[in-house]
């Protein structure tokens, strides 16, 4: 069986590339491209394109060139472009030379659209856009012609010409290709080539006031620039014939044109215009909000690249669309994090503990592994004070049956440090307690008793006088049904406890030197990312994942 470099079965689309190999097609060439539109930010399922794209370019030996759509100047922005190159980047692609932007081709563009109406198979239609869509016709009906369908073709290039002139208003006029207006495919009844926009480029400024159409453009792009597998997604599969029929009255250089099916991630959208409303709405804080689909949300959150390209690689390629379960995801980002994260300690709901036979002033250094996954990450060492602070859960005055951690009388283990044992529990004067009184046993020092007794459980802790406070930035899923598209109102799909924070957590001195974006495991709690809106006085921690893997049960249970 052919395999990928990753060691999988050969998809669909390798298996395309590699017999057009063998085959000499393109003089063997493998030329790819990834081509966004600059209108929004990049997302999850943009990831798997780009690792396609650039990907199976980087196997064969091959080509990968980003080119920018930018032929609606209405949404693009050159905000998007440079949040688009650095997604790019970040997940470990490079287009080296190979910058490309639609609007480097209007002049080519403009002469082809010339050149279709001197051969007869394009025209200038004065319909407006509401009578367009009546003459279109449905699924079931053909559409009607235009009455300017058979206009002479002298006098459609005379008015094409007047529309780059700005002799017309918006919307008045469009440039329309002659196809078939019966043809069961509606992309193929005499689509519009250009429309007539003023509406300044962000590249151009107003030196255009016609702009192309995607389909239009799109192959033209391919074209032009040597472009041999042009990989969309299925959506595009309808659109095909198109990108042909222009290709082929033209009679230039011909790429082929390949459909695979999106993402599709449960308990998310993949859409970049509800992805924009819920910015927009205040939903969330930003495209890169560590709750969004986004790769900037992603990364904010703590995601490490080789997670993503491992995920997309584990969905593989199909041509049909599915839905992937979150929980895959997640178990890709938290099988990459464990094996690269170093572990510290957090306590998140901070209750007091002094040890009141351990020496006021004593401190000591205990040794700690850093990952207990990569025998190369080392040790480092941690303080160890009279007083500290555990877990508020850790504790309880009247324990269950089930309870095994610190309890009146009980004894416990100190990850790393000494066997403890519960003697007294602090209130304040409504019954709350603040804090709890223990005794160590100082021949336990690493947390083991030389006379072999047991103990019910391990605990975190961290050192008092050395507490790092911060404040840490809970987020689960966005969304709290599984398609939420399928609901009739979005919002109304919203979980409300995406997000929360808490205060005052207390965090081993080893955080204080990570810079922003460092990703630790905050040992029986999670993986956390230092946020950027950290400062000296007051670090911000976000969760990247926490420990429970779903997605283990799940195959577990198959």
Not at 402 to 412: C, H, M, S, Y
Not at 421 to 433: F, H, M, N, T, W
Request: glycine share 8%; charged share 30%; with cysteine.
């Amino acid at each position: 069986m052919m395999t990928t470099e990753e060691g999988g079965s050969l998809d669909f689309i390798r298996e395309i590339v590699e017999r057009d190999i063998r085959e000499g097609k393109h003089e063997g060439r493998v030329h790819t491209r990834f081509p966004p539109e600059p209108n929004g930010y990049l997302h999850i399922g943009h990831a798997k394109a780009i690792c396609t794209d650039f990907g199976i370019a980087r196997e064969y030996g091959g080509l990968c060139n980003l080119r920018f759509d930018d032929t609606n100047p209405v949404k693009e922005d050159v905000e998007y472009v440079e949040s688009i190159k650095q997604d790019i980047r970040w997940l470990g692609y490079d287009w080296e030379d190979r910058l490309y932007f639609a609007s480097d081709y209007f002049e080519q563009m403009y002469r082809y659209a010339e050149e279709l109406i001197r051969k007869g198979v394009a025209y200038v239609c004065d319909l407006s856009p509401e009578e367009v869509r009546r003459y279109r016709g449905t699924l079931t009906e053909p559409g009607k012609d235009s009455p300017w369908r058979n206009r002479p073709m002298e006098e459609n290039l005379d008015l094409f010409r007047r529309m780059r002139a700005g002799e017309f208003p918006d919307g008045s006029r469009t440039l329309r290709a002659r196809i078939d207006m019966a043809s069961p495919n509606i992309n193929m009844r005499d689509p519009a080539i250009y429309r007539i926009l003023r509406r300044s480029h962000h590249r151009t400024g107003d030196s255009w006031c016609i702009y192309p159409m995607y389909d239009y453009a799109h192959c033209l792009e391919d074209s032009i620039e040597g472009i041999t597998h042009s990989f969309c997604s299925i959506e595009f599969e309808d659109h095909r014939p198109l990108y042909d029929w222009f290709l082929d009255r033209l009679g230039i250089f011909h790429p082929q044109q390949i459909e695979f099916a999106r993402l599709n991630l449960t308990y998310t959208v993949m859409s970049k215009r509800k992805l924009g409303m819920l910015v927009e709405e205040g939903v969330v804080s930003g495209w890169d909000d560590p709750r969004m689909p986004t790769l900037s949300g992603l990364r904010r959150r703590g995601v490490k690249p080789e997670a993503i390209r491992d995920f997309v690689n584990r969905i593989g390629l199909a041509k049909r669309d599915s839905n992937v379960d979150m929980a895959l995801l997640d178990y890709c980002i938290r099988d990459d994090l464990n094996r690269r994260c170093t572990r510290i300690m957090g306590v998140l709901d901070p209750l007091k503990v002094t040890i009141e036979n351990y020496p006021e002033d004593g401190t000591e250094e205990l040794e700690f592994i850093n990952n207990p996954e990569d025998e190369n990450a080392g040790t480092r060492m941690v303080p160890f004070s009279r007083e500290i602070f555990i877990e508020r859960e850790d504790f309880q005055e009247e324990p269950h049956r089930k309870f095994k951690r610190l309890a009146p009388g009980r004894e416990v283990r100190l990850r790393y440090a000494y066997l403890i044992r519960c003697v007294d529990v602090e209130k304040d004067s409504d019954g709350r307690i603040t804090g709890l009184v223990c005794t160590y046993d100082p021949g336990t020092r690493g947390g083991n008793a030389p006379d072999g007794r047991k103990v019910g459980a391990t605990i975190h802790w961290v050192s008092a006088p050395h507490a790092v406070v911060a404040d840490v930035r809970m987020y689960d899923r966005l969304f709290k049904v599984e398609n939420p598209l399928a609901e009739e109102d979005l919002l109304s799909t919203i979980n409300p406890d995406s997000f929360r924070i808490i205060e005052g957590c207390m965090l081993e001195p080893a955080s204080a030197g990570a810079g922003n974006g460092y990703t630790v495991q905050f040992e029986r709690k999670g993986y956390f990312c230092k946020d950027p809106d950290s400062t000296e006085a007051r670090p911000v921690w976000n969760l990247t994942a926490s420990l429970r893997d779903t997605w283990k049960r799940i195959l577990d249970r198959e």
